[in-house]
């Protein structure tokens, strides 16, 4: 039994601890050094997290590199850790995105210099009295960061209960502490709502799963199974040995369903996300989005699927029908927006939609499918997501109606935000084509109805990335934008990890859903599914996929 | 003498004592009161024990006895101190612990 | 000799690729390495192309699998090439009219700042296109597809400080992924029916699907080819696509992408031969928009968006013979290649006379170039033989098959697409009559332009029309010979059709008319085109001030008001519909949130008003609780 995925957990916690107890001080001296010791922690995490990637083998069983230590014997609960392909892939993104996002918000928390660009003085009325920002920040950061992984690896239904609420607290901070500083006036009684509104949400979720949580154990418990281990819960449903009966299990289903729906998030239980997006920096909202929200999918296909086969059948096609409202209502609206962040934040709230899709079609395409989804999304809003920070931060508006021809001036930063743009609108050679086209092939093959009312997602993305770019970028230059200056060597060294990840998984995904495909295709045994069969099959030659 | 009249004269002690608390603000006044509807409590169990013919009811008495002494010594405490600082004993004067 | 394939790709996307990343060192020589990427692709191309000529009929297709693209279950999509008559076909026409345009675009781009960037994408259109034309499935080519769409957004927005043209580049992208969405859908219909999507798969099982099932992925993919090819009733895009620099209108939207729908149906014909009701659709199309694209190349004296109704119009030829069936395929295949070296001609023309004129587009402000511009002339002239079916130019052979082709499909529908493509016939001699003579002859009426040069920048200057530098005229001049040459080549010893036969099948059809008849009748109608559009354009004044015209000029003028029942039926509604979401997001959605979060503190300050700090009505409280605590009992027990 090796310790390395508790590694992989433990570097970033006791990162986080570290960057927060180092001194305190306004000098530049100091504010760096706290950044590079947050930033070298979390290029350690991601060398662990590759490690970890590597040591996988994909032929082997589900759970690998699996850990377990008792924690609270009498309720059978235990720190235990296993990874999977699905976990692996979002091991591997949250690893990847978290020095780019620390990277992209260098100066977001440095106290009172106002611009992170210009370094124009903080507007009036603003202090920022705490020495000790930058070193809150990147140690909440962190702190998500190891919260995150241990939500990915565990394999314990209480354990991940505990992590998935505890995040809350490091993120409620985020958000309400740094924000952009480009809301006007308004600015901080609007950050500090959205904080509250995000953390209500996401509190009541987790309430409601506590209940399920426990209700699962009672019913496990009155029939020998008191345990909250994972593999043995769902060994024991899927040999039958444990059995829920129907009410209770649609109840439990719906109670873990519920909070994973907030945190994902699906309609209508959405509207806490542009406001936390629109409000937070750049970087956090790229955490949110890209990362965190991803626990709640891939809860989903883990706990909801895996523990409740029954009930996740029964609930798909509500589930379904809820996730093509989300894609078409988030494009519509993201169509609507005046303001980039939320902009981005309603075209993710479409994307999430298509993940639930690709989830609950229970298809192969359409898990493995959502899972690439979740790495794609993420991916690619971290980039339309920075790249726009780097252009707000520069005119210090969020308005889309304040920009104009930026092409003109910083026409690197205009390419990487069309490269960002195309990749959200899936373009066919880039990542998020890939999983956006199984998860619709992964529908249509069940419910063709559904998959072609999906399609209209594709169409109203092209509007709102286009028109976002069209208002943006092109056209004469305004005034205010004349002067911007292009992306700078640490932008760039940002934006073109993330534009090559694109391209990379978009020619090639091959190592992706080789590590996702196993696991998905246990997932689909375990809630009695298998794919539809094509009408006329086409003979397959010898060798299959190894042709 | 029929004890049922004993419990006529605890409930009425009671009442007398829980009116008092209702309608006085002197401290002192109230906490006689209690002592009042305390004592009245009192009466009752030392009835019940004798009507049931067993001792529980006058164990009980004694309990109550032992805490009523203690409330005395805390409250009367509280009373002076508040009467030193505020130099009133009316209870409504203090209100501080409302939202 | 097939490891040359995956080679045609890789040259124009390794220049675009170096184009685009590689900065402003590139800036001095970029353009010749675009060019030269392109030439290199043309001659990977050539050499395919004499290789497979030395091969038997049937063993011409070659098939090269690069890697397992998305594996995933039954689901096989492989980055696979598929290289036969057809796609080699194509692979010629891309690269040997993408290497011109790259040629005429060093001189016409010379004066552009942005000129390494526009080389750039016009690399990335080649390597997209080819990928269209190579795939060997229908996945890897809605790669190219969305790829050349790309390409075309770039290229058309490529003046992006014009609001116009970023306009028109988005309204393209978007029209166009409408159509995508047909070819998705098309693919997992393909996907459901056959558990698969390659070519051969599927043409190999499409006998075995039900009727239904075929005439949906046919609607499929006509929408797509509708998207992309510009037909009703998604062409809105492609007038207003004019707005790129003209090199790109010649090679994107006149010789080859545009022409991609073809391929899509020409390519699928195992598909639409087995949904009679899926081809009816597609001759129907077809016919519409040769009609509709001829009316609204009549009406518009912007001398390229003339030009785009007319290959609108081309292609619908091509699409109503792809629809007529075996019967059809070989010469939309034909006149889809002689078009693309006359239209391509035609287009570099008006480019050399914007070059000209200071980039003047208003036909009503040319006049007499003949004398100024003599090359421009003379090929602009070879390019307009050829598109009216001159006799012995190229589109005399390939839009009298087409006509013949249409008359042969039998019985009244026979008859109605013969009158159609002949009425078609006189509508594009009559203007491309107008374009020649307002451009070329009559009187000067040529108006000062902004002059954006130099020092005296603002100030207002006469054109000094002149002949354009030579690496401008050298491309004109080779489009010229194949639009002269071309048809006829294709048509001796039928080697066209011999050539393409193995691959899309070809059955003669019965004409009700003998051959010679058509023909006769062709020559007549094309001559009566020019001799109406003399007697208006040709004599006397024309008038720099557009007349007002007939109601049907007015709505031609306005592209037949597509735009304005896009708008009033799309658009208007859509935002409204987004502006209504967007309100009920924030107050409906949101509003009920955070009406509960505001009951459940007014029902919390109401309660709190209950403390008021009086030990009292504390007591109070606890006395009315144990009243009712010990009510409840008592009642309870008598109960």
């Known amino acids: 039994m090796s310790a390395l995925l508790t590694a992989t957990c433990a570097v970033p916690a006791a990162g986080a601890v570290l960057t927060a107890a180092l001194p305190a001080g306004s000098s530049e001296s100091r504010r760096r050094a706290t950044k590079a010791v947050a930033l070298t922690v979390s290029a350690a995490t991601l060398a662990l997290a590759g490690l970890v990637a590597a040591q996988f083998k994909t032929g082997g069983p589900r759970y690998q590199l699996t850990e377990q230590h008792a924690w609270i014997r009498s309720f059978g609960i235990s720190f235990s850790l296993g990874v999977d392909g ?86 409620y901070f985020l958000i309400g502490g740094f924000g952009d500083r480009a809301g006007g006036p308004e600015s901080d009684r609007q950050r500090s709502y959205a904080a509250v509104k995000f953390l209500l949400y996401n509190l009541l979720g987790g309430l409601v799963m506590l209940a399920a949580v426990i209700g699962l154990y009672v019913v496990a418990q009155g029939q020998g199974f008191g345990t909250f281990d994972l593999q043995t819960l769902t060994g024991a449903i899927a040999d039958g040995k444990l059995v829920i009966n129907t ?128 790495v794609n999304h993420g991916i690619s809003t971290a980039l339309l997501m920075l790249v726009a920070g780097f252009l707000i931060s520069r005119r210090g508006s969020r308005l889309i109606a304040d920009f104009g021809g930026v092409q003109k001036v910083a026409p690197v930063l205009a390419g990487t935000f069309l490269v960002g743009g195309l990749a959200t609108l899936s373009l066919p050679g880039l990542a998020p084509f890939v999983s956006e086209f199984l998860v619709l092939v992964g529908t249509f093959t069940r419910y063709p109805a559904l998959g072609i009312v999906a399609t209209l997602g594709i169409v109203l993305a092209a509007l709102y990335v286009l028109v976002l770019y069209q208002r943006t970028m092109t056209g004469p230059v305004k005034p205010q934008v004349a002067g911007m200056a292009d992306l700078k060597a640490r932008e760039l060294l940002v934006a073109v990890p993330l534009i090559a990840l694109t391209l990379v998984f978009g020619v090639y995904p091959k190592p992706l859903t080789d590590l996702v495909n196993p696991a998905v295709a246990d997932t689909l045994s375990q809630v009695h599914k298998t794919d539809p069969a094509p009408a006329h099959p086409v003979a397959v030659p010898a060798g299959g996929e190894t042709k | 003498m029929n004890p049922v009249n004993y419990l006529y004269l605890a409930a009425l002690l009671f009442t007398i004592g829980a009116a008092g608390v209702l309608v006085r603000r002197n401290a002192i006044v109230l906490f006689m009161c209690v002592e009042l509807m305390l004592n009245a409590s009192n009466l009752a169990l030392v009835t019940f024990s004798r009507l049931h013919g067993n001792l529980d009811g006058q164990i009980l008495a004694f309990f109550t006895m032992v805490v009523a002494a203690a409330e005395v010594v805390v409250g009367l405490a509280i009373i002076v101190s508040i009467f030193r600082t505020r130099h009133s004993a009316s209870v409504d004067d203090s209100n501080l612990m409302k939202l | 000799m097939n490891s040359l394939i995956p080679l045609l790709v890789a040259a124009p996307l390794a220049g675009a690729a170096l184009l685009l990343l590689g900065g402003r060192v590139l800036d001095r020589f970029g353009h010749w390495l675009g060019t030269l990427a392109a030439a290199l692709s043309f001659a990977f191309g050539l050499v395919l192309f004499f290789d497979m000529l030395g091969r038997p009929a049937d063993d011409r297709a070659v098939h090269v699998k690069l890697f397992s693209w998305i594996p995933v279950a039954g689901f096989r999509a492989d980055a696979a090439f598929q290289l036969d008559q057809l796609s080699i076909t194509f692979v010629l026409l891309i690269t040997g009219v993408g290497t011109l345009i790259h040629l005429y675009s060093v001189g016409y781009m010379a004066h552009d700042e942005r000129r390494r960037r526009f080389f750039g994408y016009l690399n990335l259109f080649l390597a997209a296109m080819l990928i269209l034309v190579l795939a060997d499935n229908y996945l890897l080519l809605y790669v190219g597809w969305e790829g050349v769409g790309l390409a075309s957004y770039l290229l058309i927005g490529f003046w992006q400080h014009k609001p116009s043209a970023a306009t028109a580049a988005k309204k393209a992208f978007l029209v166009n992924r409408v159509g995508d969405v047909g070819l998705s859908i098309a693919i997992m219909l393909m996907f459901t029916q056959f558990g698969d999507f390659s070519f051969a798969g599927v043409f190999e099982n499409a006998p075995q699907a039900s009727q239904g099932k ?51 149906i020409t390519r699928s014909h195992a598909v639409f031969d087995l949904a009679p009701d899926a081809q009816t659709a597609v001759v129907c199309v077809g016919a519409v928009t040769l009609i509709f694209g001829a009316v609204v190349g009549c009406a518009k004296d912007d001398i390229k968006k003339a030009l785009a109704g007319s290959t609108m119009s081309q292609i619908g030829y091509m699409v109503l013979a792809a629809g007529l069936g075996p019967i059809g395929y070989v010469f939309a295949i034909m006149h889809l290649v002689t078009h693309g070296f006359f239209k391509a001609g035609l287009f570099l023309g008006a480019g050399s006379v914007m070059h000209g004129m200071d980039d003047e587009v208003n036909m009503r402000h040319y006049g007499g170039l003949r004398k100024y511009m003599p090359i421009t002339f003379v ?17 005399y052979f390939s839009k009298d098959k087409i006509i013949e082709a249409a008359f042969a499909k039998g019985g009244t529908e026979g008859w109605i697409l013969g009158l159609v493509t002949l009425v078609g016939a006189a509508v594009t001699a009559f203007y491309m009559t107008r374009v020649m003579l307002l451009t070329f002859f009559g009187q000067k009426r040529w108006r000062p332009t902004a002059d954006t040069s130099g020092s005296a920048a603002g100030e207002e200057r006469m054109p000094h029309p002149h002949e354009s530098p030579a690496s401008m005229t050298v491309p004109m001049i080779l489009l010229a010979f194949g639009s002269v040459f071309a048809g006829g080549l294709f048509t001796l010893n039928s080697s066209f059709l011999r050539w393409l036969e193995p691959v899309t099948g070809h059955s003669e059809g019965h004409s009700p008319l003998p051959s010679g008849v058509v023909t006769g009748l062709t020559i007549a109608c094309m001559l009566a085109g020019v001799g109406v559009s003399y007697l208006m354009y040709g004599r006397g004044e024309v008038p720099v001030v557009p007349p007002i015209g007939s109601p049907l000029t007015r709505a031609a003028r306005r592209d037949l008001l597509q735009d304005d029942f896009n708008h009033a039926v799309l658009v208007r509604p859509g935002s409204a519909l987004a502006a209504a979401l967007v309100y ?49 009992t008592l009642l309870m027990r008598s109960a």
């Open chain 1, 86 to 171: 699905i976990g692996a892939v979002l091991l591997l993104l949250t690893a990847v995105l978290v020095p780019l996002v620390m990277l992209a918000s260098w100066h977001d928390p440095t106290p009172g210099t106002g611009d992170s660009v210009t370094g124009a003085p903080a507007p009036e009325g603003q202090t920022f009295e705490s020495k000790r920002r930058t070193q809150a920040f990147f140690a909440l950061i962190l702190a998500v960061e190891a919260m995150v992984i241990v939500s990915f690896l565990a394999t314990d239904v209480f354990l991940f209960y505990v992590f998935f609420e505890a995040m809350l607290i490091p993120l």
């Open chain 1, 247 to 374: 009410n209770a299990e649609r109840a439990l289903f719906l109670g873990f369903f519920f909070a994973f729906a907030v945190k994902a998030p699906l309609w209508p239980l959405h509207t806490w996300l542009p406001n936390a997006m629109g409000e937070a920096t750049a970087g956090t909202a790229v955490l949110i989005t890209a990362v965190v929200d991803k626990v709640g999918t891939f809860a989903m296909l883990r706990f909801c699927l895996g523990l409740f086969p029954d009930a996740s059948r029964f609930f798909a096609p509500a589930i379904l029908v809820l996730s093509v409202i989300g894609i078409v209502y988030g494009a519509l609206l993201a169509v609507g927006q005046k303001d980039i962040k939320r902009l981005v934040a309603y075209a993710s709230i479409s994307h999430f939609g298509f993940i639930i899709l690709g989830i609950f079609a229970m298809t192969s395409q359409g898990q493995s499918g959502a899972t690439l989804y979740m």
């Open chain 3, 214 to 264: 075929l005439t949906a992925i046919g609607l499929m993919l006509l929408l797509a080819a509708c998207g992309k090819s510009a037909q009703v009733p998604l062409q809105s895009w492609l007038g207003d696509a004019m707005e790129g620099p003209t090199p790109v209108s010649a090679l994107i939207h006149a010789a080859t992408m545009v022409t991609a729908g073809v391929y899509l």
């Open chain 3, 379 to 395: 090929t602009f002239a070879l390019g307009y033989l050829a598109i009216i079916g001159f006799p012995f130019l190229s589109g």
């Open chain 3, 584 to 632: 009920f997001d924030i107050k409906g959605l949101d509003g009920f949130v955070n009406g509960l979060a505001a009951t459940i503190g007014g029902v919390s300050s109401r309660l709190r008003r209950v403390q008021n700090g009086y030990v009292r009505s504390y007591a109070l409280s606890m006395f009315g609780g144990t009243l009712v605590l010990v009510a409840t």
